[in-house]
């Protein structure tokens, strides 16, 4: 196991109801508050009508960004930068998922800073400063909600890219499984199968001798798999949304990184697609993960195999260490296809006419992964085995 130092500093408030406790938690943070949202969905099913009177009964003064898109863009952030100091915000309340929490994020980044916010994107500068962020999550996926992280798009070039601090955790993030019952299966998958991702970026590691997070790893992707099939037939299923959704913050507040180093390389290589061809971050790694262990797995058969048995209940053949291994992809792969994710480019309608843009984009600033160190050629490849 490797050192480690583990702070997570997000309150999470989970339950039925939770979101009443709103304005009394935001009103801890200052009394103007930006509330930043997505395409309407918190109108459409009452959220927003219930979160207004929690932030009004607190006595907060509230100003309004919504329209985030899926795959959050540069310039709105720009926008709600400039809103932000005009009106003297103190406080940023996200409700959505990770793409409003990545916006309010960017804002709460780019306000105390007097250069581009970009600049924290190209890793040209460092967070300092931060405005505080809190969160109503709206869809388990992304884990934003307190992970330090944050994902945008820049329309100009179409780049996708992360800037990560510890003070980019949210103060708060406000849980409420209910609040899911309205997700289409589409929306309910894909972010199954990011919450599956970050788990396993973490459970392909080189360090050895890390049993405990093996575990927890192994466990918590078994929640996720049981509980998927049950809220795809009863979307109003309370405890199975619950599993999940507790699931997503759980893969991504980083104890499952606690002693071990991550891979990455499937995130890096979906992020080039999400960038240039606007899929739900989800789908793109249901196609991308696969063909990454495909790519991958003989560097250590014996990990993908214990993948394959404890994840999967794959019986291992002793004498066939491969193909234990490989079974657990297969099971994968199927997994994606029965719950209606797309596990090929092709299924998204992506044509092969960019893949080596995406493979140049994807290295530039070095090679990619920790599991398999990944250069362009070898990115190209593993694209090419999802087509
Ligand atoms: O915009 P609205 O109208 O709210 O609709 C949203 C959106 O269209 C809809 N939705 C959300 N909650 C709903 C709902 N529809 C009905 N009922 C509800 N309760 O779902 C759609 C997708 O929302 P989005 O926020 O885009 O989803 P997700 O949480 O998957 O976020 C994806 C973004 O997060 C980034 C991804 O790259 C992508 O840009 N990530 C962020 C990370 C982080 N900050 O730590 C890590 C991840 O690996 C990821 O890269
Ligand atoms: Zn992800």
Redo the contacts with the bound molecule.
Sequence with gaps: MENFTFRNTTKIIFGKDAESRVGVEAARYGNKILLH??????K??G?YDRILKSLKDAGLEIIELGG?????RLSLVKRGIDICRKEKIEFILAI???????SA?AIAVGIPYNGDVWDFFTKKVVVEKVIPVGVIL???????ES?????I?NEEGLY?R?VGSDMLRPRFAILNPE??????PS?TV??VS?IM??IMERYFTTVKDVDLTDRLCEATLRTVINNTPIVLEEPENYSARAEIMWASTIA?NDLLSTGRIGDWAS?GI??EL?GIYDI???AGLSAIFPAWMKYVYRKDPERFAQFAVRVWNVEPDFRDVEKTALEGIKRLKNFYREIGLPITLKEMNIAYDRLEEMAEKCTEGGPRGNFVKLNKDDVLEILKLAR
């Design positions: 949202y997505g395409g309407g969905s918190i459409k099913y959220l985030v898109q899926p795959n959050p959505g998922g990770g793409s409003t929490i990545d994020k709206t869809i388990p996926a992304a884990g934003s992970s330090s992280n944050s994902v798009t996708k992360v609040i899911t019952y309205t997700l289409p929306q894909c972010g990011d991702a970050h991504h995130h979906e992020h999400s739900p971050h989800g």
